[in-house]
DNA sequence: CGTCATTCAATGACAAGGAATATGATGTGG
DNA sequence: CCACATCATATTCCTTGTCATTGAATGACG
């Protein structure tokens, strides 16, 4: 019944949510308004951006970021649309895709990421 | 251009996210399978309980957590559906709510708190 | 090979949140 | 008192996420 105990641990869990929902939220709103990209398009953007090499990803990016698999194909398709990615199917295992940044995906990536990094050290302190 | 501190930022910033999604997504699951709750509406819960006195709160409870007025609203909603809370009246101020627990939110919460707190120290470490 | 399990991705149905707005209640200056 | 700004909450509409399922491709093994 070690309830100063339980406090501590509810005060510090609410800590962390309030800086995740405020660092997400500020970095959302400006990529938002800058660039007309939310904060999950960007993030795969930037997995996409970062891997710039190696083949069938959809499946790899899965694995990289919480978001479910369902949602990554949804913000994929949304990227697409916008025409920032392209998927290309994968010649050795036709069900994988892998991801390219068309050229306007590379020169937004660009420039949201600065913007990106800026809010972070901004929020995450230090 | 100090790329290598913006990597660090960017690992910092995942390493976040991968551990409030996977604390929050454990407690979530767990409320739910145990008691057909929500986290949020456990928080929301939560902070009722906290307060056990003063009165006309939906607004304070706003200010307390990351949520939107709406989203507070709406989870108000289900949690009075299920017969956890009361929306009473508030006598000096008729724009104003304040919320209670009913006996089954009150004897439901002190058995969700003991899951929650459990988790959140498994999760957060120490 | 022929089956059967497994894997990758897309989709549809549905729940939940956010923004903007509506609705009532209060305060306030003239 | 009356108009008008402001406040507390509810509600509508739209977007996004999840779960479960599907479809297609692949692998494993007798």
Known sequence: MATTRDRQLVEQWRSI???YFRTA??????L????????NEFEILDLVAESEESAC????LGERTPMTQSAV??????????GLVSRETCADDRR????ELTEAG???HANA?????ALLKENLGS
Chains 1, 2 share one sequence.
Not at 32 to 39: C, N, P, R, T, V
Not at 57 to 60: E, H, I, P, Q, Y
Not at 73 to 82: F, I, M, N, Q, Y
Not at 113 to 117: F, K, P, S, T
């Open 17 to 19: 949510q309030n800086s």
């Open 25 to 30: 939220g500020a970095i959302d709103r400006a």
């Open 32 to 39: 938002e308004a800058k660039f007309d990209i939310g904060l």
């Open 57 to 60: 990803r959809m499946k790899a």
């Open 73 to 82: 194909s949804k913000v994929v398709d949304r990227l697409e649309k916008a």
């Open 96 to 99: 994988s895709l892998f991801l």
């Open 106 to 108: 590379r020169a937004l």
């Open 113 to 117: 990421a600065v913007e990106h990094r």
